[in-house]
């Protein structure tokens, strides 16, 4: 239902690199920049990267976003047990004035 | 230490009406557009409303548009979200959010709505 698309799922062994993509449109990341979101079970959202590539502070290094055209990425190396969640992009639509999320991403460490 | 603290969730029969509530503290509120966001049970996050700082620009999802109503009162650090005609698909953990360039944080916790006879 969403236009922004992710991939369901995701995984990797302790230490591995995990990328996940978020696929829009030229109405929404293609014209405006990307947020990140990291949800563990239970909680609230919690933002890991903001302005498409941007960490705020108290966020690992390991943490890290790039957006190319309607697509954006993020990836988390050395992934670690504690990175066990959902994982939401979002972005502004200038076509529905309004924001959108992405469809989100479960990440399993294996 | 900013904070955000959402209520005014709770049980209510399809067709009924709740007004949830976030309280914010540790910013200039003021300055900061707000927004409201929701997950139904096991689903996705769903951005619902938006209002700038001064309440001059208002944008809701096409989901909520004439039922919900966001709004803020500045002089209380407070925005609200009025909802009316509810139904089964409302049921959901309801969010306040900070907005802005730098990406919506911080989050409240959460409060749970559900829409049920």
């Known amino acids: 239902q969403s236009v922004v698309t992710q991939p369901s799922s995701a995984s990797g062994t302790p230490g591995q690199r995990v990328t996940i993509s978020c696929s829009g449109s030229n109405s929404n990341i293609g014209s405006n920049s990307v947020s990140w979101y990291q949800q563990l079970p239970g909680t609230a959202p919690k933002l890991l990267i903001y302005?498409?590539?941007q960490r705020p502070s108290g966020v690992p290094d390991r943490f890290s976003g790039s957006k190319s055209g309607p697509s954006a990425f993020l990836a988390i190396s050395g992934l670690q047990s504690e990175d066990e969640a959902d994982y939401y992009c979002a972005s502004w639509d200038d076509s529905l004035i309004g924001y959108v999320f992405g469809t989100g991403t479960k990440v399993t460490v294996l | 230490q900013e904070q955000l603290v959402e209520s005014g969730g709770g049980l209510v029969k399809p067709g009924g009406s709740l007004r949830l509530s976030c309280a914010t503290s540790?910013?200039?509120?003021?300055?900061?557009?707000m927004i409201w966001i929701r997950q139904a049970p096991g689903k996705g996050l769903e951005w619902i409303a938006y209002?700038?700082?001064?309440?001059?620009?208002?944008s809701y999802a096409d989901s909520v548009g004439g039922r919900f109503t966001i709004s803020r009162d500045n002089a209380k650090n407070s925005h609200y979200l009025q909802m009316n005609s509810l139904r089964a698909e409302d049921t959901a953990v309801y969010f306040c959010a900070r907005g802005g360039i730098r990406g919506f944080d911080p989050w409240g916790q959460g409060t749970l709505v559900t829409v049920s006879s």
């Open positions: 209002i700038s700082h001064s309440g001059g620009t208002i």
């Open positions: 540790g910013f200039t509120f003021s300055d900061y557009n």
């Open positions: 302005s498409n590539s």
